[in-house]
């Protein structure tokens, strides 16, 4: 008889020489017992993506993991124990009045000759869709507008085989509000530019109802076409039938302008790409974020731009980013979104403890401070550049930092309003995210959700943590797909299933 197929050998990754805890990468983790290759023996059961003590660490002395503390054992931990969040107590945030700054990384070398097929905007802008949007200045419309626009869907689309599909701007804000306050300035800011996004060829439509505060003309700006603008109060509606009429009417009018568009080969420069992480794992900083920052640095030496985001989940490494800005304006700009953000949870009675959430914590995740030092591993090597206030756009290429709070939902549509084509978002846990504007690639941490979301999952990373890929190959195959995706010749999971998340503006100005 054939011998049996021998189990694979228990398997632990450390990722620092500092480092005295390690991370049990078997699939499905170990049991006591369990005597690792180089005799390290687990007194306890640890879960796959949790952490063991590599050494005998006392009660009262640092945790380290990526060379840095993410915590202060609660008790002693001997040798090959469980270090279970509840061991851990977290450090403070770093300081923000002494960072390092003024030594930013020199500059990527260019990476010359990679393209796209992409949609050329009037701008200059570059989508990677060509999509028929439909902003509102005011959630009383919602209903409205989502009906006439399944009516296009329905009977006007099939007519216009270039254009990818019709999407909704749809939200909660524009009145009971306070429209004059100082932080209204962020959703308005937001939905202005969301409704520039380069997905939708730089053609903006408003339906509002008339008497919100949040008018339509503020968010198309001066001088905007009569014909992008309409509102149901308008005497001219003698009932629903004639207002749908006179969206499906405008909506008409435009698909006849989209269509007209086609694909074509630009320059990787033009693109611009979305970082996100969401539903972490101890995995997270270890396979799909290094790999995802390697796939970023070649895209801003191909002269993209690319933002990662996330303000709590790079708050306690923000050490780390001052020290690759590109000049003082730019870390300076660093600071002050963190002192914003710190300000923000303080006024509602929070602090950024409150991001990690129980999948993270299951995933291996002890605290945000292990959690902001994988996350930020995808942003790569590059210096950053610029840094955007929540909704803002960019004005320069290159790796940039754009200020959003971490929910998935609320980065998503922030990134789009700052102007991204595409977006990559990392998970181990799993999500089933998807945004109606842009593609998103969704990279699993681990091979375990990759095999069990195959038909979710759009690439897997896992193979870093096997040895069977390095961050260089997996990271050059993610920059590949990148540009497939982004000229439309891959599509992703989401967008085969039609999956996509409601829009949500991050505003932190008072409801009335």
Request: include cysteine; proline fraction near 8%.
């Amino acid at each position: 008889m054939p011998d049996p197929i021998a189990p694979a050998a228990p398997r632990y990754i450390k990722l620092n020489p500092a480092d005295n805890v390690a991370v049990v990468a078997s699939d499905f983790g170990l049991p006591a017992g369990t005597v690792f290759p180089c005799g390290l023996t687990l007194l306890d059961r640890v879960p796959q993506g949790h952490k063991v003590a590599l050494t005998d660490i006392p009660a009262g002395t640092a945790v380290r993991r990526y060379g840095a503390v993410i915590g202060t054992a609660k008790q002693d931990l001997p040798r090959g124990a469980w270090v279970s969040e509840a061991k851990l107590a977290m450090p403070e945030a770093p300081a923000l009045d002494a960072l390092p700054r003024g030594n930013p990384p020199a500059p990527l070398p260019p990476l010359d000759g990679y393209t796209f097929q992409g949609f050329r905007n009037p701008d200059g802008s570059v989508g990677t869709r060509n999509v028929l949007a439909v902003s509102t200045s005011v959630q009383c419309v919602a209903g409205t507008v989502e009906f006439a626009l399944e009516r296009v869907r329905r009977e006007l689309l099939p007519r216009y085989p270039n254009v990818d599909g019709v999407v909704a701007l749809t939200h909660t804000y524009g009145c009971g509000v306070a429209i004059d306050a100082p932080d209204a300035i962020v959703p308005i800011r937001t939905l202005q530019n969301l409704a520039r996004n380069p997905n939708f060829g730089g053609q903006a439509m408003v339906v509002g109802l008339g008497c919100e505060k949040l008018i339509p003309e503020r968010l198309l700006g001066p001088g905007a076409p009569p014909t992008d603008v309409m509102r149901l109060q308008d005497a001219a509606f003698e009932g629903f039938g004639p207002m749908v009429d006179a969206i499906y009417a405008m909506c008409e009018a435009r698909l006849d302008i989209l269509n007209r568009r086609t694909r074509e080969t630009c320059p990787a420069s033009d693109l611009v790409i979305g970082l996100q992480c969401g539903g972490s794992d101890a995995f997270s900083g270890m396979t799909a974020n290094p790999a995802l920052g390697f796939a970023a640095d070649l895209l801003v030496r191909a002269g993209a731009t690319v933002m990662f985001s996330e303000v709590t989940e790079v708050r306690d490494a923000i050490h780390l980013l001052t020290a690759r800005a590109a000049d003082g304006t730019v870390a300076d700009a660093l600071v002050r979104e963190m002192a914003w953000y710190d300000a923000y949870l303080a006024r509602g009675g929070a602090d950024r403890s409150a991001n990690t959430t129980p999948g993270n914590k299951a995933g291996g995740l002890s605290n945000i401070v292990e959690k902001a030092l994988g996350s930020i591993v995808k942003s790569g090597t590059a210096p950053i550049v610029e840094v955007l206030a929540p909704g803002e756009r960019p004005t320069r290429k290159g790796m940039i930092f754009a200020a959003t709070p971490a929910s998935d939902f609320i980065c998503g549509t922030l990134q789009l309003a700052s102007g991204i084509g595409l977006q990559v978002f990392t998970t181990g846990r799993g999500t089933p995210y998807g945004l109606a504007a842009a593609p998103v690639i969704k990279v699993a941490t681990n091979s375990v959700l990759a095999r069990r979301w195959h038909d979710l999952i759009d690439f897997d990373a896992g193979g870093i943590a096997t040895g069977a890929a390095t961050i260089e190959e997996t990271g050059w195959n993610l920059f590949r797909l990148i540009l497939d995706t982004a000229s439309g010749h891959t599509k992703p999971w989401s967008d085969r299933w039609g999956i996509t998340n409601a829009l949500a503006l991050f505003n932190p100005a008072p409801v009335t």
